[in-house]
């Protein structure tokens, strides 16, 4: 429950219906909202669903626009506010993700590519090479954290450990086991 209207309560169903209907374009922030996430894993016991679903189920023809992440990266959001309300919606790609975060992998832009080319692998956290057979989901992964990182700069996921793709419409089902090779 999400507000109380007259003495009823609303969901966050009924909130994304009611609002949805009426706003002039609708920015879904994290994977939940964009995809499903985690909640929506099998068996999805809360029957979760992407705003797009709902939208789709009734109607609703209000534009969205995804900025996955879990978390999203703070920057993704600002950054598509900013956008939206100085220059209109931005350009997407085919998951309705803005092409200016999401716009080529992980993979092809990360420092441990040499490593990859020159099968150079790690097999352990903290050795020297590409995570690819720890789990490394950078090569199916859209988003620009490696430029981008957290924190201030100070970090990012496969410098510590792996992407684990989360900003992917197919996580978390497919993209499981995370700490297992599953592509390369
Ligand atoms: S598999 Fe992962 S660690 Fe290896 S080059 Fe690709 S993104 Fe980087
Ligand atoms: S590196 Fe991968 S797992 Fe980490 S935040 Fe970026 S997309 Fe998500």
């Not at 499903?36 to 969205?64: D, L, Q, R, S």
Request: glycine residues 10%; charged residues 20%; neutral net charge.
């Amino acid at each position: 429950m999400v507000g109380e209207r007259q003495g009823h309560e609303i969901s966050m169903l009924d909130a994304t219906i009611d609002m949805g209907k009426k706003a002039a374009a609708t920015l879904a922030f994290g994977t939940c909202a964009s995809f499903g996430g985690i909640p929506a894993a099998k068996p999805n016991p809360t029957g979760a669903k992407p705003v797009t679903a709902i939208f789709e189920e009734n109607g609703i023809k209000t534009p969205v626009v995804n900025v996955p992440g879990c978390p999203p990266h703070p920057d993704w959001m600002v950054g598509t506010i900013a956008y939206a309300l100085t220059k209109g919606l931005p350009p997407v790609d085919e998951y309705r993700r803005p092409s200016l975060f999401f716009g080529s992998t992980i993979h092809d832009n990360c420092p441990y590519l040499k490593y990859y080319e020159e099968g150079k692998f790690a097999r352990s956290y903290g050795e020297e090479g590409c995570r690819l057979k720890l789990g490394c989901k950078g090569p199916e992964t859209y988003a620009d954290c490696w430029q981008r990182q957290w924190n201030n700069k100070v970090n990012w996921c496969v410098r510590n450990a792996i992407c684990i793709g989360c900003v992917q419409p197919n996580f978390w089902d497919e993209m499981a086991p995370l700490y297992e090779q599953t592509t390369g």
